[in-house]
């Protein structure tokens, strides 16, 4: 068995939507995916782009990607690393892909001078809750996460 974690490539928008759609399906969510392959290349691969996507291979075959981007605390005067998505193909699930994705992903924090890396998680979702905390994560219970979208952002930017 080979497995390997690589950057993404504007190559890989195709399975990059895949997985998006397979884990939308699995958080009961598919109907909230918006964009297509060419919106994944233009928002991951573009040269002003802020996030990054790794892949996950077996032996060659995709089974995993993460998504990831920069962020800041202003508390410990440094950046974080948000991981937005993580997600391992079912049929490969509990082989440790999902591990050393986070793994390789604590890495490239550590490499950057991160102060933290962070990432949500559905409130229902037993399986990674149980397996983020058996890497040493620990849920932020007393914050409650804010988002605008569609007509309310473009009011609140008026």
């Known amino acids: 068995m080979s497995f390997k974690i690589r950057p993404a490539t504007h190559e890989d ?16 969510a598919e ?32 089974v995993g990607f993460a998504v990831y981007f920069f962020n800041y605390s202003t508390w410990l005067g440094c ?21 050393a994705l986070l793994k390789y992903l604590a890495r490239i924090a550590v490499s950057k001078g991160c102060g933290r890396m962070e990432w949500s998680v559905l409130d229902w979702n037993t399986p990674a809750i149980d397996f983020y905390r058996a ?14 979208t569609g007509d309310a952002l473009i009011a609140a930017a008026e």
């Open 13 to 28: 928008a195709t399975l990059i939507l895949r997985f998006i759609t397979e884990l939308a399906i699995y958080e009961k």
């Open 31 to 62: 109907h909230e995916v918006k964009t297509d392959a060419e919106g994944i290349r233009r928002s991951l691969f573009a040269p002003e782009s802020t996030a990054y996507a790794l892949i996950a291979e077996d032996d060659g075959q995709p």
């Open 79 to 99: 950046n974080g690393l948000y991981l937005e998505d993580l997600y391992v193909s079912p049929a490969t699930r509990g082989k440790g892909f999902g591990k």
């Open 135 to 148: 890497v040493g994560a620990k849920p932020q219970d007393e914050w409650t996460t804010f988002r605008l």
